[in-house]
């Protein structure tokens, strides 16, 4: 089994900024991608970034693009969300995920992001 542990959320006004932080253990793998989801009051859960097993490639949902960086310490098997710029439409429970390469996801148990207009 894998456990994902999330801290780093909270309350911010507008423009203000938050990092959110995944540690990683238990069960290891060779290659995994790491990642950040979210979901807002009655929507679905969305992508937000994710970042490759070697920690050079990302990917960033339109909507964040510019204001999130995501990162990883592949020696601490954790990885990072730094937030700027947050908007109240950034409001949501973010969850990180790992992704193991030919297996299934694993996830978080999610940390509530608020953004105050």
């Known amino acids: 089994q894998v456990q994902l542990v999330e801290s780093g959320g909270g309350l911010v006004q507008a423009g203000g900024s938050l990092r959110l932080s995944c540690a990683a253990s238990?069960?290891?793998?060779?290659?995994?991608?790491m990642g950040w989801y979210r979901q807002a009051p009655g929507k679905e859960r969305e992508f937000v970034a994710t970042?490759?097993?070697?920690?050079?490639?990302?990917d960033y949902a339109d909507s964040v693009q510019g204001r999130f960086t995501i990162s990883r310490d592949t020696a601490k098997n954790t990885v990072y969300l730094q937030m700027n710029s947050l908007k109240p439409e950034d409001t949501a429970i973010y969850y990180c995920?790992?992704?193991?390469?030919?297996?299934?996801?694993?996830w978080g148990h999610g940390t509530q992001v608020t953004v105050s207009s």
């Open positions: 995920n790992v992704h193991p390469y030919g297996l299934g996801d694993y």
């Open positions: 970042i490759r097993w070697r920690g050079v490639n990302t």
């Open positions: 238990g069960r290891t793998f060779l290659r995994y991608d």
